[in-house]
């Protein structure tokens, strides 16, 4: 255990080094510490230890629930107060859609749950589409619905996703091993790898499940650490470079 997080952090203070790379020592050594036993919730724990700052980002983010830069703090005054009318009066559909146009997702979301379950769906749906796919809260929505979350097929190499923070999202909020959350983790894990990020993809592979395989097996996810079977011949390579962790 002691080895694996001197590893990681060294590589860490490289600097350079792939975070993935960095998130395979520390992964080996908590499941030193836990005998073999992790949960969900450990490894979103390790995933989200240095992502701070972009957690904390992407949560001022929705706080403003994507609300219209051009809606200002007076307009939404009046929107709150055209929503009581619409409440005074019985009409809880359009001071539902008062709510969503200005914004004020708190309160439509309120409203929403005292209708019928279809248009309280309706709403929900509305609102996380008013997210960005980047978001975490968008691929709560979406596991929730049982919908493979946006990002898990967002090119990570144009910015478009944070890999880090949706994995933890969908682990912290799995069920079992037959949970679907695990295909949709498969799905990241492909896309990770097409974008060139090995170590991550290997991650990602080993929290869904996937068992390492031998190098020859080109239709394997995973066989070895660190090395992307299905793009090498790594039978002809020398014994030192099959263990591209060290």
């Given at each position: 255990?002691?080895?694996?997080?001197?590893?990681?952090?060294?590589?860490?203070?490289?600097?350079?080094?792939?975070?993935?790379?960095?998130?395979?020592?520390?992964?080996?050594?908590?499941?030193?510490?836990?005998?073999?036993?992790?949960?969900?919730?450990?490894?979103?724990?390790?995933?989200?230890?240095?992502?701070?700052?972009?957690?904390?980002?992407?949560?001022?983010?929705?706080?403003?629930?994507?609300?219209?830069?051009?809606?200002t703090e007076e307009e939404k005054k009046d929107a709150v107060n055209k929503i009581r009318e619409c409440l005074f009066e019985g009409q809880r559909k359009e001071a539902l859609e008062v709510g969503v146009r200005y914004g004020l997702w708190e309160i439509a979301l309120m409203i929403g749950s005292t209708l019928s379950n279809d248009i309280m769906s309706d709403t929900m749906q509305r609102f996380s589409n008013s997210l960005h796919?980047?978001?975490?809260?968008?691929?709560?929505?979406?596991?929730?619905?049982?919908?493979?979350?946006?990002?898990?097929?967002?090119?990570?190499?144009?910015?478009?996703?944070?890999?880090?923070?949706?994995?933890?999202?969908?682990?912290?909020?799995?069920?079992?091993?037959?949970?679907?959350?695990?295909?949709?983790?498969?799905?990241?894990?492909?896309?990770?790898?097409?974008?060139?990020?090995?170590?991550?993809?290997?991650?990602?592979?080993?929290?869904?499940?996937?068992?390492?395989?031998?190098?020859?097996?080109?239709?394997?996810?995973?066989?070895?650490?660190?090395?992307?079977?299905?793009?090498?011949?790594?039978?002809?390579?020398?014994?030192?470079?099959?263990?591209?962790?060290?």
């Amino acid at each position: 255990m002691s080895y694996c997080k001197k590893q990681a952090n060294l590589l860490r203070k490289d600097g350079s080094c792939d975070e993935g790379k960095i998130l395979l020592w520390e992964l080996l050594s908590l499941m030193c510490k836990q005998n073999g036993v992790v949960i969900g919730t450990d490894v979103a724990e390790l995933l989200l230890a240095d992502q701070e700052t972009s957690v904390s980002e992407s949560s001022s983010h929705v706080t403003g629930y994507e609300e219209e830069p051009s809606v200002t703090e007076e307009e939404k005054k009046d929107a709150v107060n055209k929503i009581r009318e619409c409440l005074f009066e019985g009409q809880r559909k359009e001071a539902l859609e008062v709510g969503v146009r200005y914004g004020l997702w708190e309160i439509a979301l309120m409203i929403g749950s005292t209708l019928s379950n279809d248009i309280m769906s309706d709403t929900m749906q509305r609102f996380s589409n008013s997210l960005h796919n980047d978001d975490p809260l968008k691929s709560f929505h979406q596991l929730i619905s049982h919908v493979e979350p946006t990002a898990c097929s967002a090119d990570p190499t144009q910015g478009a996703s944070n890999w880090r923070t949706h994995l933890a999202m969908i682990l912290s909020n799995q069920s079992d091993r037959y949970d679907p959350n695990f295909n949709y983790v498969l799905t990241l894990a492909n896309t990770l790898a097409a974008s060139g990020k090995v170590y991550a993809s290997h991650f990602a592979c080993l929290m869904a499940g996937s068992k390492l395989t031998s190098v020859v097996d080109k239709t394997s996810p995973i066989a070895l650490l660190g090395l992307d079977h299905t793009k090498e011949d790594l039978v002809q390579l020398p014994y030192s470079a099959l263990i591209p962790l060290l």
